[in-house]
């Protein structure tokens, strides 16, 4: 009774609470601070504690989040955020643990590390700010920069084929699986809070304008008078439509989406109906390689959800019945028994 009293008088959160005193130092017109902005409005609707909340960095324009929230937070080193957020959660099964990389940071020297993340299914939420360019240290092309990229280190441009995020964070098997836009602030608000309810390891792709070295990459799905036209929302259970007139659309043919032109009420019949709950991954591939196909639509939103244990759960569980079996050990017996010898 006690405990329902404090909750009830506990103070309820804004994103005022989640705003350290640390001024953001990033490009003025950066859509880091679009994200940072939706992040500060969602986390006061999840009701946790900001002492129950870590956000982990590692190297970028992008890993200075931590310092610009009022939580517990750790910029690590290169590529390794996954490492020590995996840490924290084993440690702590009860925070809300945040890992913020990007393009470079997460999928070059992190790849490793982001792919066993993935696969290990911990509860935790990776946002990728991809910018499809290294923007710290000053526009070098990066493992998203599109074939052709013409960098301060590809001049004749880039022969390196690009990174998928989605297709990767898919084939590594993560359990949520999402992309938003940093100019549509409503559906990445919406995104975030989805990630941080799922049970398991959510990983959202956030398309994020750099302005200096990279600026427009994506205005043809961020300017008004394209966007409907490139964007198309993925919603549960709904056809896949997008066009300013809702006039298009995709169904699936073989083992392809092709594009339907939509003249009467029962050609939506005919579409495919989006299913972020199906444990096969194979749709969910081929709307990620739609960004890869000319004159095809851009899909934001889930792609894939599904539940599996978690590898705190696993790990814990493990713990507890090997305790249960064999008792509470002794670490100076464990440290003479089996194998050992004495040096004299």
């Known amino acids: 009774m006690e405990k329902k009293a404090q909750t009830l008088n506990a103070k309820k959160l804004t994103k005022q609470d989640f705003a350290s005193d640390q001024e953001p130092r990033w490009c003025v017109g950066c859509g880091d601070y679009a994200i940072l902005a939706q992040v500060k409005r969602v986390l006061p609707e999840l009701g946790i504690p900001r002492e129950k909340i870590v956000f982990v960095s590692g190297i970028g324009c992008s890993s200075r989040f931590p310092y610009y929230l009022n939580t517990y937070g750790l910029h690590t080193v290169h590529g390794r955020a996954p490492t020590v957020a995996t840490g924290i959660k084993l440690a702590n099964p009860d925070l809300s643990v945040w890992i913020v990389t ?48 013409v960098t301060k280190s590809s001049p004749y441009g880039s022969v390196d084929a690009p990174l998928n ?35 398991g390891c959510s990983f959202i792709e956030v398309y994020q304008n750099c302005n200096i070295f990279n600026d427009g990459a994506f205005a043809e799905l961020t300017s008004p008078e394209t966007k409907l036209d490139h964007v198309l ?34 050609d939506v019949g005919q579409l495919y109906l989006h299913n972020e709950n199906d444990f096969n991954p194979a749709a969910a591939f081929l709307l990620a390689h739609l960004t890869d196909r000319e004159d095809y639509p851009t899909p934001v939103g889930v792609f894939r959800r599904i539940q599996e244990p978690t590898y705190e759960y696993l790990v814990h569980d493990q713990i507890q019945r090997v305790t249960d079996q064999k008792g509470k050990g002794d670490l100076a017996q464990i440290y003479m028994s089996g194998d050992v010898w004495k040096v004299e």
């Not at 992190?110 to 990776?126: A, I, K, P, S, T």
């Open 102 to 149: 990007g393009d470079g940071d997460g999928l070059s020297i992190g790849g490793n590390h982001l792919l066993h993340l993935f696969r290990r299914n911990l509860d935790v939420n990776v946002i990728l700010f991809n910018n499809e360019i290294y923007g710290l240290t000053k526009g070098q092309f990066s493992p998203t920069s599109p074939l052709g990229k």
């Open 165 to 199: 995020p989605i297709s990767f964070a898919l084939g590594a098997g993560a359990t949520f699986v999402a992309r938003s836009i940093d100019r549509d602030t409503r559906h990445l608000a919406h995104i975030l809070k989805r990630a941080a309810e799922h049970k």
């Open 233 to 266: 929302y993925l919603e549960h259970g709904q056809p896949l439509i997008f066009g300013k007139e809702k006039k298009r659309g995709l169904r699936l043919k073989g083992m392809n989406f092709e594009i339907v032109e939509l003249h009467e009420e029962e």
